[in-house]
Structure formats: C-alpha cells, structure tokens
C-alpha cells in the first residue's frame, strides 16, 4: 500500500474527513451518554433516530422537493415531538427502579424498539417511496479549496454542525437551570432527588434535545455516506464505542472518542480497504478498556 | 409540625418499619436514636418519599404528603441531610449550594450568604470541587445545601458519622445555633451521647418499632440506655 506516496493535499483532506465524521459521531455518543448518566436508559435504538432522520430528510427533500430550510426544520420539529413520545413510552415505565433494572430494561425494550424501526423503514421505503432503500442528499455547494486540498461545501457544514451543536449542549449543561439538575442527576441520583429535582423533568427534556440532535446528525451523515435502513444497530455500537473511549457523561471525552474512531474509520478504509474500518475501532476500544477503563476522560466511579 | 402515624415500610419480603408513629413539634429538636439496622435512614427517606411505604400516614403542616413524589415534599418546606451526603461531586461548592436553593430560588443570594456566615470555610472554598473537601466540610457542604430551601424541617441523617471527635463538637453546636433561631430539626443519629445531650425530646428505634420515647435528658440518664448505648 503507498503509505509514504500519498499527497500532502491528499493527507489533509482525509484527515479533515476524519474531523468531520468524528464530530459528528462524538455528537451522537454525547446524547445517548448523556441519557445514560441521567436516566440510566440506554438507548439502543439511538443509532435508529439517525437513520430515521436521514431518511426523513431524504423522503422530503430529495423525492418531495420540499425546499432544503423548511424540509430542515420539518425533521427538527418531528424529533423533537418524537423524543418525547419515546420519553413517555419507553423512560417513564421504567422510573423509580434500581439503575441496574432501568439499565437492563431499557436494553431489553430499546433493542426491540431498534428492530422496529429498520423493519419500518425497509418495507415502507420499499414499497412506496424507491424499491432501493437509500438515503442521501447532495447539496449543490461550491468546495472551498485551501492550499491545494479541497473541501466540499457539505463537509464544511457537518463540522459547523457539530461545532455549534457541541458549544450548544456545553453552555445547556453549565448554564441552564435544566442542565445543571441534568448533570446533578448525573452525579448523584438519589442526592438531586433530595433537593427536589423532577427526574421526569429532567429526562423529557433530555429525549427530547438528544432525539432532535441525534436525527438532524443523521441528515447531515447522508450529506457525507449514504445510510440504509438497517445502518441503526452499526451507529448504536459506534456510539457506544465512543461513549466507553471518552467516559459516561463527558462531553470532551465524547468528542476525542468521536474524533479518534472518525479517523480511524477514514484513514483504515483509505490504505486497507473500507471493510476494515471497525477493526481499527474495536482495537482502539479493547486498549482503553484494558488500560483505562473509566474512559480517557472520564472519572473512576466509587 | 410533622405527624407520622401507622408507617410501614418494607423492602421486598423484608420488614424494615413495623407500625411507627411519632411526632415533630414546631421549633422541637427531637432526635430518633438506635442501633444500626433499625431502621433509622428508612423512616427519613420514607418521610420524604425516597421509598414507598407499604401502609401509614405522615403529615406535615396540616397536610397529608404520602402520596406526593419528592419533589413535591421538598416544595412543602421538608429537607434531608443524607447519611454519606451524596454531594455532586464534580461540581463547586457554590455550584452545590445552589442547587439546593431549587425550591427558594429567589432568596438564593441571601441564603447563601446566610450558610457561609454559618461555615466561613464554605466561603473560602466556594470554587473548590465538593468531591476535594474533608469529610467535615463535605457535611458543612450537605448542610448547607438542606438550608439553601429555607425549609421549615430539617432532617439530619447520622451527620456525625465519619467525622474527627472536634468536628463533631463543632457540628453539634451549629445544629444547636439553627434550633435556637426557631429551625425545627429532626436528627436520626447512631451517636448516642450527643443526640441525647441535644434533644428536647427522643425516640429510641430497634429492629423497626420505637421502643422508648422521653425528653432527652430523661432517656440520657436512663440506667437500660445507658446499659445498651453508652456502656456504663
């Protein structure tokens, strides 16, 4: 392989590729680490949401035509909503149990509920929008070039987005009322219940933040790959990967674990081929859980 | 202030409460002593809706609050010192203390200058991280968080528990200052000797069931209690 024969221009743009997609993949460890630390809900259908929102966005903007802006903020609100419905239907049956219940409750009835949604999605999209389950959308972007490496308008968008998305829920956390119980909660359950914080509160608010987040990264993944249905339970173990590299409840660990998975996605699949992509993450995460398993920027647990 | 009649509390097949009922009178000091196991944390969590109890009632103010969450009970004006004082422990200690104003929000400022004349070393340490402090001043930190509500009944789970002897002196002796300035508290304590020495009125808790009840200088002086808690 032309490890050493590679372009310098060349480097940087895959490099870049890697920052785009990990900011974005440590976006989506953050929501579903930032259920988990709060409500002790894992969410394996998170990676679904993704799917679903990709696929939403593709149904209205590329087969409706529906003007990009208002196609947007179509799937934005619809999460939203979304995020709550699964709140009141798979978070608020399981209150009031031991963590370790709600953990592997929520295990249970999420993984149904992923199933659910690829089974969904590949017999509809099938049968009444293509008979090839695929989503992506393109946009019609000029690239900017920078010293000879080139950067595609859409690329520039995603890391925008995971940008501002990360300072958004930075400043929710530290500055809102909300985020403060939020991370309260997360630190010690029992001693934020004491205080007279809402758990039901605080979990509404975070499904439906983390939903809404979670489905408008999945829009801007079909503007970088195409998804198909059955992409949900591959994004899931993504973000649980990153969540075990970064720490539960760490935003920068979120984002370094997002960002060292991206890469290594985009450099495996460049010098060895696509299909070993996983291998060079899986090894990444067997390190850390072998040498630092509270994650690197986590905290050991008492 | 706070009427507690019939409580009953089990955990699964296991009975942790029998029948209890005993009473917290406006600007008493009443402390619930016994043995470790008695149930003692079971009847304060149970007070404010941590655990479900199987049977009884608990009034406070005039008003029923079994069936209310916690929240609900923190907002009639009830608040817990927990025993290991689940404090956050990433957070500062001013961080902590806000918190605990959640309820009182608009006299956040006032009170928390109200616990940091009260624990001047709260002050100095405001922008430490809680997880960083001594036990002592972890326990000043979980106080002051209770006192952040302004609430009408404060509860205090074992706060003795793990200190230094000199903290502990000092500890009782606020407890004593915020009784005298008309706060009703409610001290469940394994420490014997001070809680007795404090309390206008006790309680004595074994195996879920009060077996003894008096003034606390009554029961201090008591030959089967000084036999069983004190070892004279």
Known sequence: MPLLAIS????????????????????????????????????VAHGGFLVLGGAMGTLLITFLKMDPFLGVAIVLGTFLLVGLLFERAFVEPLMGRTPHEILIGSIVTTFGFALAIEAFLGFYWARHVSPQPSFSLTLSLPPLVILGATFSGSRLIILSFAIAATILFHLFLTRTRTGQEARALSQDFEG?????????????????????????????????????????LRLTLIALTILVIGGVGSLPGALLGGILVGEAEVLTAFFIGPAWSPVLYLAVLFAVLLLRPEGLLGVRSH | MLEVSGLSVA???????????????????VAIIGPNGAGKTTTVKAILGLLRAEAGRVSFRGRQIERLPPHARVREGLALVPEGRHLFPFMTVSENLALGALTAHDHRAASLQEVYDLFPVLGERRRQLAGTLSGGE??????????????????????????????????????????TQGLTILLVEQYVFGALSLAHRAYVLEVGRIVREGPGRALLADDDIRRAYLAI
């Open chain 1, 8 to 43: 310098l221009p060349t480097l940087v743009e895959l490099l870049a590729g890697g920052l785009t997609l990990g900011g974005l993949y440590g976006l989506i460890a953050f929501t579903l680490s930032l259920a988990l630390a709060t409500t002790h809900i894992l969410n």
């Open chain 2, 138 to 179: 972890q326990q000043m930190v979980a106080i002051g968080r209770a006192l952040m509500s302004r609430p009408r009944l404060l509860m205090l789970d074992e706060p003795s528990l793990g200190l230094a002897p000199i903290a502990i002196d000092a500890l009782y002796q606020r407890i004593a200052d915020l009784n």
């Open chain 1, 192 to 232: 934020a219940l004491i205080l007279g914080i809402n758990p039901r509160r605080i979990s509404r608010a975070i499904f439906a933040l983390g939903t809404m987040a979670t489905a408008a990264a999945g829009l801007l993944l079909v503007l970088a790959a195409p998804l198909d249905p059955f992409d949900g």
């Open chain 2, 11 to 29: 955990y699964g097949d296991l009975r942790a409460l029998w029948d209890l009922s005993f009473r917290v009178g406006e600007g008493e000091l």
